[in-house]
């Protein structure tokens, strides 16, 4: 079983910047890709971006690409994404995926296994 913990949401104001890390503990966590995703409200869960295994790629939507950066430290089993320039259209839970050991998917597919309970990220105008 794999456990992924959120944490480092918060209100912030426009032009602010937040990390959000995800804390992964279970089967094989390291061995492959981890995303993050947001879901407004209102609105369908979307993807954000995601980091292989060994962190040498990265993934990232375009409505965050040049303001977000997705890093992993393997060694702590956690996962970041340092979100820059916020603006209230980054409003959101925030969550964190991961993938099986057998789900050997390209980066780019955002389809993931396990899923974390989300933190919350509210930008004020």
């Known amino acids: 079983q794999v456990e992924l913990v959120e944490s480092g949401g918060g209100l912030v104001q426009t032009g602010a910047s937040l990390r959000l890390s995800c804390a992964a503990s279970g089967r094989a966590v390291n061995s492959n890709s981890v995303g993050w995703f947001r879901q407004a409200p209102g609105k369908e869960r979307e993807f954000v971006a995601a980091i292989s295994w060994t962190g040498a790629t990265t993934h990232y939507a375009d409505s965050v690409k040049g303001r977000f950066t997705i890093s992993r430290d393997n060694a702590k089993n956690m996962v970041y994404l340092r979100m820059n320039s916020l603006n209230p259209e980054d409003t959101a839970v925030y969550y964190c995926?991961?993938?099986?050991?057998?789900?050997?998917?390209?980066?780019?597919?955002?389809?993931?296994?396990?899923w974390g309970q989300g933190t919350q990220v509210t930008v004020s105008s």
């Open positions: 995926a991961a993938r099986t050991p057998e789900q050997l998917l390209p980066i780019d597919v955002p389809v993931y296994h396990y």
